[in-house]
């Protein structure tokens, strides 16, 4: 009889990652070939998903990073935009349609059960009626981030935690320090 692997889909929140990984470490240039390899564990990998948002015409360091993005394999970019709000005389920008894009992904790819197992990276409070939703439609789910920085209820909620800490990461730098750039 054969036994099939565990099928594994990954959804990274690429804002609250680069969050993670300043307050992990204060780098950002981060392997995303190594980091995918690591959180798959040896399980098959359907595909990853980065999600993030960006301003028109973003800063060249924004496109080339985006850019090296769309050269690993089975890695698929979804952007939404950064808007600038500029109430009570504060210049500020907020991410459009990422969490919806993230949230849409993971159902649909759960009810057409492409997956065994979702991993989340993000530690965003948002996220836990997703992650419900896909657990009671017979999936796992794993949430990957800075312990301080996953919110209690998606803890809670979460099948399991992997702990994005100095020792996950130590090997999963690059040398050529394409950085990962927040996107405002």
């Known amino acids: 009889m054969m036994m099939m692997m565990t099928r594994v889909a990954i959804y990274i929140d690429g804002s609250n990652l680069y969050h993670s990984l300043k307050n992990i470490s204060n780098r950002t240039d981060l392997n995303f070939t190594k980091f995918i390899d690591r959180l798959v564990d040896g399980r098959a990998l359907v595909r990853a998903y980065y999600y993030n948002a960006i301003v028109d015409?973003?800063?060249?360091?924004?496109?080339?990073?985006?850019?090296?993005?769309?050269?690993?394999?089975?890695?698929?970019?979804?952007?939404?935009?950064?808007?600038?709000?500029?109430?009570?005389?504060?210049?500020?920008?907020?991410?459009?349609?990422?969490?919806?894009?993230?949230?849409?992904?993971?159902?649909?790819?759960?009810?057409?059960?492409?997956?065994?197992?979702?991993?989340?990276?993000?530690?965003?409070?948002d996220f836990v009626d997703a992650v419900q939703a896909v657990k009671n439609n017979g999936q796992h789910v794993e949430v990957a981030i800075s312990d301080n920085l996953v919110s209690r209820s998606l803890r809670e909620v979460a099948d399991k935690i992997i702990s994005l800490n100095r020792v996950f990461l130590e090997d999963l730098w690059i040398d050529n320090k394409i950085e990962y750039h927040e996107n405002k």
Do not use: C, W
Not at 67 to 87: P, R, T
Not at 88 to 110: A, P, Q, W, Y
């Open 57 to 125: 015409n973003p800063p060249l360091s924004t496109q080339s990073f985006i850019s090296s993005l769309h050269s690993i394999d089975y890695l698929e970019v979804k952007l939404g935009k950064l808007e600038q709000d500029n109430s009570n005389g504060l210049s500020r920008f907020h991410e459009k349609r990422v969490d919806t894009k993230i949230v849409t992904d993971m159902l649909v790819h759960s009810f057409n059960k492409t997956y065994d197992v979702a991993i989340l990276v993000s530690g965003d409070t």
